[in-house]
């Protein structure tokens, strides 16, 4: 079972960027916003990340 949420570590693996890759598609437009953002950063839903990456040919 996926986790439910994931930080930008997990999206770097997911998309297999590295993580400052990661970011810059975080910070781009359509991206989906984070659910929460925590002292070690942004988190977002898996699957709207999922979503996301194959609605843009990533996945």
């Known amino acids: 079972m996926a986790e439910r949420l994931m930080g930008i570590s997990e ?3 997911l998309l297999g960027v590295s993580r400052q890759r990661a970011h810059q598609l975080a910070a781009s437009h359509g991206f989906p ?5 925590l002292a070690q950063g942004p988190v977002w839903e898996t699957a ?3 979503k996301w ?3 843009t040919g990533r996945l």
């Open 11 to 13: 999206i770097a693996e």
């Open 33 to 37: 916003e984070p659910v929460a953002r």
């Open 48 to 50: 709207e990340v999922e």
């Open 53 to 55: 990456a194959r609605e």
